[in-house]
């Protein structure tokens, strides 16, 4: 009942930005937090940065400095600005969301977008 849209994705140079954009939608009563994953060619899925709806924010450590997330409550949606980009964050990009429901019911789950590439050339 709730679905994650990422774009922002591409191919960029090493050196260079992107802004990643997830919008939450469905039956959504509040979003307790928001976050960014990426999982590398052959490697396991793994934090970026999260944020949660009171503006808190987790980075990886290799990500903090360079890496900034940030969200919009009001839209449901969580950015990550990627500056300073190296080869090594080639990844398919994820966005998560734990997310609370009252409709249809309760519950608390957490949902995942489809991904977005991002590649860095050297």
């Known amino acids: 009942q709730v679905q994650l849209v990422e774009s922002g994705g591409g191919l960029v140079q090493a050196g260079g930005s992107l802004r990643l954009s997830c919008a939450a939608s469905?039956?959504?009563?509040?979003?307790?937090?928001m976050g960014w994953y990426r999982q590398p060619p052959g490697k396991q899925r793994e934090l970026v940065a999260s944020v949660t709806s009171g503006g808190s924010t987790t980075y990886a450590g290799s990500m903090k400095g360079r890496f900034t997330i940030a969200r919009d409550n009001a839209k449901n949606t969580v950015y990550l600005q990627m500056n300073s980009l190296k080869p090594e964050a080639t990844a398919v990009y994820y966005c998560?969301?734990?997310?609370?429901?009252?409709?249809?019911?309760?519950?608390?789950?957490?949902?995942w977008g489809q991904g977005t590439q991002v590649t860095v050339s050297s």
């Open positions: 998560n969301a734990e997310v609370l429901t009252i409709t249809p019911e309760f519950g608390v789950n957490n949902y």
């Open positions: 469905g039956r959504i009563f509040r979003i307790n937090s």
